[in-house]
């Protein structure tokens, strides 16, 4: 049986939005995969009602195959001790 890798999500933390930005475009450019969806977002952690750190979520959603047509196959791990 054929195994197939169709997409994958990924988050990652940037330190500012210009990083975050040039992320998501690099990964539009790539001729591996095809981004179907891109999203960055402001996160703080707070104490005591104070924002202490900040950074950006950059989420990037990679199309590797079509789903009704994959033409290519990963390998799959066997465990031997099943």
């Not at 402001?42 to 195959?65: A, N, P």
Request: proline share 2%; hydrophobic share 30%.
């Amino acid at each position: 049986m054929a195994t197939y890798l169709i997409k994958t999500t990924e988050v990652y933390r940037c330190d500012t939005e210009k990083e975050a930005k040039e992320w998501i475009e690099e990964a539009k450019h790539s001729k591996d995969y095809t981004v179907t969806k891109s999203s960055s977002e402001i996160k703080t952690l707070k104490q005591k009602g104070e924002i202490v750190d900040e950074w950006m979520r950059v989420t990037i959603v990679k199309e590797f195959q079509s789903e009704k047509e994959p033409y290519f196959s990963i390998p799959r791990e066997v465990n031997d001790e099943d």
